[in-house]
């Protein structure tokens, strides 16, 4: 029997419960699962990648076959080395796809060996972003219902 090794990538900027719902549907799938954390300083996240490992790691402790990784190079390359040869995607709404697609057939193009797999996010989540979430709690707004407790206390810190 195959070892299904998938790897869910992203800046996590922060964890919301919409990504860990998609983490949670994805142990059901695959024997393990890496969340491999994108450094990608294009994006000015808020958190560091530090933070941003803390943050996953404590939000996901309770998941055996979950192991939080940080990455700076391509994300095919980065699977690679992991000997994983699926990426799991979420996908909130329409708009979502468009991107998606893209990155799915240029890793495919660079990368025969790996496929995508796309998951809807539960409909309670797909209005639910890390960039909402970020100026909710800027502005004071109330955003604990949105991400794990030990996210909602970091957030708090920042601002």
């Known amino acids: 029997m195959k070892n299904h090794i998938a790897v869910y990538p992203g800046t996590f900027d922060p964890i919301t419960n919409g990504h ?3 983490i949670e549907r994805s142990l059901k799938l695959f024997d393990r699962l890496i969340i491999a954390i994108a450094e990608n300083p294009v994006k000015k996240p808020l958190f560091t990648v530090d933070e ?4 996953v790691k404590e939000s996901v402790k309770k998941y055996k076959n979950v ?4 990455f700076d190079c391509l994300l095919i390359d980065y699977l690679h080395k992991r000997k ?4 799991v995607r979420g996908l909130r709404v329409i708009s979502d796809f468009e991107y998606e697609f893209q ?11 790996i496929e995508t797999v796309f998951m809807m996010t539960a409909e309670g989540y ?13 502005l004071g707004g109330r955003f604990d ?11 708090k810190e920042k601002f």
């Open 103 to 113: 990155m799915a057939l240029t890793n495919r193009k660079l990368a025969p060996d």
């Open 52 to 55: 941003r490992m803390r943050m």
């Open 145 to 155: 219902c949105f991400v794990p407790p030990n996210v909602a206390k970091m957030l």
């Open 84 to 87: 994983a040869h699926i990426i």
């Open 67 to 70: 192991t939080v990784e940080s």
């Open 126 to 138: 797909a209005y639910l972003s890390s960039r909402f979430i970020k100026e909710i709690a800027r």
């Open 20 to 22: 860990l719902d998609i």
